[in-house]
């Protein structure tokens, strides 16, 4: 598929007049930013940026999108960015804001977003005073005042590719894709304006893909690198469904009324469960099952990046419980980077023949 | 066995318990009066009241050991507010204390491996991994942990705790509340303060429907006044540190913050601290010096490493370094000057939403540079906590911008608050003797 790169995104939305908010994990109001007039393109990573760099800021035990993000946006690369949108994810992205705005200071505006991790009346009302306060750093930052029926059609854009995207998520075996191709075209909504992830959802080759082997579920934060589909897929296995946090763990309900931040403050607070919300155990290992389940995936693969807190948190519980309905179960840690080691090839590997 | 009978079983437990209890601080404070007539070189003996602390606290943690089936338990993590949930009877119990003392008493490590034996990863918190252990283990110096009836966990400290206290709630099967406090990027937002007090009313509705008593505001606002008295007494005793040569240390302080954090809002601590008080105003007046070659002076920055309290006061104590004050130990006076009694539930929203941990990097740097000024520091030593990031991240642009600005010199030590194997002795040595020498 000819999926457009996020330097052609980029491009086309300097042309269009846009401007570029450089957004952290994970979740965030798609139709707010897009509103006020920014296009937003996320950070995860990016994988191919030196460690290193973010060294002098954080100590090693940090994870490795802190420190690969906070270099890359103090780096010329990011000239284009307007705005940096770091939502209140974990201990280390409210760590990142906070020393970038307080001692780094970049010379484009921080902006943060604290998500409420209940589901009450009181992380509702929270949520959307939230929203609003976002909203009035947008304005100041884009010089923009959308009207109310201008942010609606931003959210009935966005509803509309919730949907898409919900729909393509939960049907791999109707893609003629390979896991590769698949999972890439997921993720190019990290940085695909919602109308043209529509239109490429449905230049999606339909028909049977060849899947062999055993399917897995893939659980964790970021697949980096990509290619750990092609290992997958070359030790005789696949990826029938997903549980990460940059792709299935970000299928909203779509969220229709009058009022906007409404809208949005619920659509906020949809999300499947996740751990970066503190989703109870309970509530997300039956939602885990149910999709286990329905793609009667063999066995579930978690490729977790290095000191990320959330996740390692759930690892236990997740182990024991998915070994007692009988789904072999493999939890990789790894740096982000270009690269799999051979160490955790083998270990693929060995799931893969544990499941075959 | 009968309600009646189980009621006077726990009333002998507990008061032969405390006589024992009682007991032991005698000797204990013989012990250190004893202490007090030897000749020290590196540091004065320890404060008496701190043989009353412990009993204090093991008195405590007696109670706690048969108190399921008398009284409900609420288990709270240290950053949480406890005026409600005091106010409608509960008796509480914070396992980051518990974690501490396990630290302290060096069996956090076991317990850790424990953790880490069904699958908690060595990276997570060590207070998480070792009061999960002690679950799994079945083990405790304290007695026997009660069991929650209850779980209230305000991530006004880090989000992790709510991770850890969420797993805990799996394994004790008890019901977990959240008061979720937005990270203070910049000053507290009206709809912040909000927020929390909008929970901190949904938390008296359910405490009260799980405590089976009726929330009184006037209880909680007296409850809350003891409180704000403790932590202003607390902070008057941290301040005398202001004194040269400092009449105790930020290590001593450690060790005697653990009422202040688990039984704050009870008169009996609120005595305790008038006496540390009067004892610490009695080694100003009569000129005794915590460390007795004192020199230099600084700030601790993070949590303690409690298996390590000891060696760490005496090592910077034989270069001449006295650790005076620790943000740390100063976030349990905060509620000293921010408690509104005329507003209990909207004060202690905004009290507790200000913690020092869920301000921003360069709020916490402002509150270092005012202790520099005010404690008259030479220095500030970064306890770089590697199983505690929210603390931690910062430190390296901390120490940058206090030495460029301020020209004091400040140290990065690597350790962890719990796990004494990530502790190289050598290497955190040599690190204070290279410190001593920048002050010098």
Redesign the interface.
């Known amino acids: 598929m000819n999926i457009p790169r996020r330097k052609d995104i980029i491009k086309q939305a300097k042309e269009k007049g846009d401007k570029i908010a450089a957004v952290m994990p994970i979740h965030y109001p798609r139709a707010l930013l897009r509103a006020y007039g920014f296009q937003p393109i996320e950070l995860w990573g990016p994988p191919h940026v030196d460690h290193m760099g973010g060294v002098q800021h954080f100590p090693e035990y940090t994870c490795d999108i802190v420190h690969k993000s906070t270099y890359f946006l103090n780096s010329d690369e990011a000239k284009d960015v307007a705005c940096t949108l770091i939502p209140h994810t974990c201990d280390s992205l409210q760590g990142m804001a906070s020393v970038i705005n307080d001692f780094i200071k970049p010379q484009s505006p921080i902006l943060t977003l604290y998500h409420p991790r209940g589901r009450r009346k009181s992380d509702f009302l929270f949520m959307e005073k939230e929203l609003k306060s976002l909203s009035a750093k947008l304005e100041t930052v884009s010089g923009k005042s959308p009207s109310d029926s201008e942010l609606l059609e931003h959210i009935r854009l966005e509803n509309e590719a919730i949907t898409v995207f919900e729909k393509v998520a939960m049907s791999r075996e109707q893609y003629s894709l390979t896991d590769r191709e698949f999972y890439t075209l997921l993720r190019s909504r990290e940085y695909l304006p919602a109308e043209t992830f529509i239109e490429l959802a449905q230049k999606i080759p339909a028909g049977k893909p060849d899947l062999k082997g055993p399917g897995i579920m893939l659980s964790g934060i970021v697949p980096e690198p990509m290619a750990l589909f092609d290992h997958i897929n070359r030790f005789g296995a696949h990826v029938i469904c997903d549980d990460l946090a940059c792709c299935s763990r970000r299928i909203y309900q779509p969220c229709w009324g009058d009022d906007p931040i409404s809208i949005l403050a619920n659509q906020m607070l949809s999300m499947p469960p996740d751990t970066t919300i503190s989703t109870p155990f309970a509530e997300r290992f039956a939602y885990l099952k149910k999709r286990v389940n329905e793609k009667g995936a063999q066995g579930m693969l978690v490729y977790n990046i290095k000191f990320c807190e959330p996740e390692l948190f759930y690892m236990p519980l997740l182990e024991k419980a998915m070994k007692d309905i009988s789904k072999p179960f493999l939890f990789i840690e790894t740096e982000l980077s270009d690269e799999l080691s051979h160490q955790i090839l083998n270990r693929i590997n060995a799931f893969v023949e544990v499941l075959s | 066995m009968s309600p009646k009978n189980q009621i006077d079983d726990y009333r002998k437990a507990v008061a032969e318990g405390k006589r024992y209890l009682r007991k032991q601080r005698l000797q204990q404070e013989k012990m250190i009066l004893e202490e007090t007539k030897k000749p020290h070189t590196l540091l004065s003996p320890p404060l008496k009241s701190l043989a009353r602390m412990s009993e204090l606290l093991s008195q405590n943690y007696l109670e706690g050991s048969y108190v399921n089936g008398i009284k409900k338990v609420a288990w709270f993590s240290s950053g949480a507010p406890t005026e409600i949930l005091q106010s409608l009877g509960f008796f509480l119990y914070t396992p980051d204390n518990h974690a501490a003392l396990c630290g302290s008493r060096r069996v956090a490590v076991e317990y850790c491996e424990a953790a880490e034996n ?4 060595r ?3 060590s207070y ?1 991994r070792t009061d999960i252990g002690a679950f799994l283990l079945n083990k405790t110096p304290v007695g026997k942990i009660p069991k929650p009836d209850l779980i209230v966990v305000c ?1 006004n400290i ?3 705790i ?3 206290y ?2 805990m ?2 394994y004790y099967d008890a019901p ?1 509340f ?1 008061i ?1 406090t ?2 203070l ?1 910049e000053d507290a ?1 009206d ?2 303060v ?2 929390v007090k ?2 901190l009313e ?1 938390l008296a509705e359910v405490a009260e429907r799980i405590s089976g008593n009726t929330f009184s505001m006037k209880k909680m606002t007296a409850i809350g006044d003891i409180g704000m008295e403790a932590a202003a007494v607390w902070l008057e005793i941290l301040n005398k540190a202001k004194h040269r040569p400092a009449p105790i240390t930020t290590f001593d302080a450690f060790i005697l913050m653990g009422p202040i954090v688990a039984m704050r809002g009870q008169k009996v601590t609120l005595d305790f601290y008038r006496d540390v008080l009067k004892e610490v105003d009695e080694r100003v007046k009569n000129g005794v010096a915590a460390v007795i070659t004192e020199k230099y002076r600084v700030l601790w920055d993070n949590l303690p490493i409690w298996y390590r309290i000891k060696w760490t006061a005496e090592t910077l104590a034989s270069h001449g370094i006295a650790a005076v004050v620790s943000n740390y130990t100063l976030s349990w006076a905060d509620s000293a000057q921010k408690l509104d009694p005329n507003r209990p539930i909207e004060s202690c929203a905004r009290t507790y939403l200000k913690s020092l941990l869920n301000r ?4 916490k ?1 402002n509150d270092m540079k005012r202790l520099i000024k005010e404690f008259d520091l030479d220095g500030v030593l970064f306890h ?1 906590d ?2 505690c ?2 603390y ?7 120490r940058a ?1 206090l030495f460029d600005e301020l020209h004091v010199p400040g140290l990065i030590m ?1 350790a962890d608050h719990n796990d004494a194997r990530v502790f190289s002795e050598e290497q955190v040595a040599n690190g204070i003797n290279a410190f001593a020498e920048m002050m010098g």
Request: aromatic residues 12%; proline residues 4%.
């Open positions: 069904v699958g908690y990863s990276d997570i918190c998480a991530n880090c989000q992790t709510l991770h850890w969420q797993a709630g799996v977990v959240l979720d937005p990270f990027y937002q709809h912040q909000e927020f909008n929970q949904e921003s990097a360069g709020y740097l770089s590697r199983s990031k929210p931690s991240l910062g430190q390296e642009d901390q911008i690597e």
